[in-house]
């Protein structure tokens, strides 16, 4: 079955400074990674993904993710975190299904930019 | 705002109680999902409906009952929970292709639910 893995619960950055959360997975076959985010009191937002192609992937808001398929990893990134940045992020791999698109998410990063 | 709506956005209830909660999606979407968010844990998916058809139950204890009667709403029926069901129920939809490769979840805000 394929599943993502967030190893840290929390990320705590400095405003100006560059973040990463992390995302390690495991799938059989080609990945498809998505990244989506939760501000307080809302659903989940989708922020990039991953199908093909090159691996530096660019989203909303400024953020990217590297996939890198020797580590397994898709950690999403930032050059300069903003404190409006802090919010849930979730890791996610499709799950082949005839119709819709199923997501696996990760249990999510609290990410804490402060000022 | 995603183009998806969910109510109530709290419900209290006791264990006796039943209740419904509602999503409408406004996207003209065929696929609509019941995903259940605990502290600390990743997103469980509960259901997952194609055309108003069940395509997917994950295990989940009958005492969640949903219900999709067209494809722009989509219910979930609470009948004698339990506290450990206290959680975010969040609702999303995506437009339920075939070959979805490329789709995208769009997810209301979700409905916190304590079970008293």
């Known amino acids: 079955a394929q599943s993502v893995a967030q190893p840290e619960d929390q990320v705590n950055v400095a405003e100006g400074n560059p973040l990463t959360v992390k995302c390690t997975y495991s799938v059989s076959g080609n990945p498809y990674l998505f990244w989506y985010v939760q501000y307080p009191n809302r659903g989940l937002q989708f922020l990039l993904k991953y199908i093909t192609g090159d691996n530096l992937v660019k989203g909303s808001y400024g953020f990217e993710a590297e996939f890198n398929k020797s580590q397994t990893s898709f950690h999403l990134k930032k050059p300069s975190a903003l404190v409006s940045d802090s919010a849930l992020y979730f890791c996610a791999v499709r799950d082949k299904m005839e119709y819709g698109n199923k997501l696996v998410f990760g249990a999510g990063t609290i990410l804490r930019v402060k000022s | 705002e995603t183009g998806v709506t969910q109510t109530p956005r709290h419900l209290v209830m006791g264990m006796t109680n039943k209740k419904s909660l509602k999503c409408e999606q406004h996207l003209g979407h065929n696929a609509m999902y019941w995903y259940k968010q605990s502290a600390k844990k990743p997103l469980e998916l509960m259901f997952v409906?194609?055309?108003?058809?069940?395509?997917e139950n994950n295990s989940v204890p009958s005492r969640f009952s949903p219900e999709c009667p067209n494809s722009s709403h989509l219910f979930l029926h609470l009948h004698t929970l339990q506290p450990e069901d206290s959680a975010l129920y969040l609702c999303a939809s995506s437009q339920g292709e075939a070959d979805a490769t490329n789709e995208k979840l769009f997810f209301g805000s979700g409905t916190q639910l304590s079970v008293l």
């Open positions: 409906y194609s055309l108003e058809e069940r395509v």
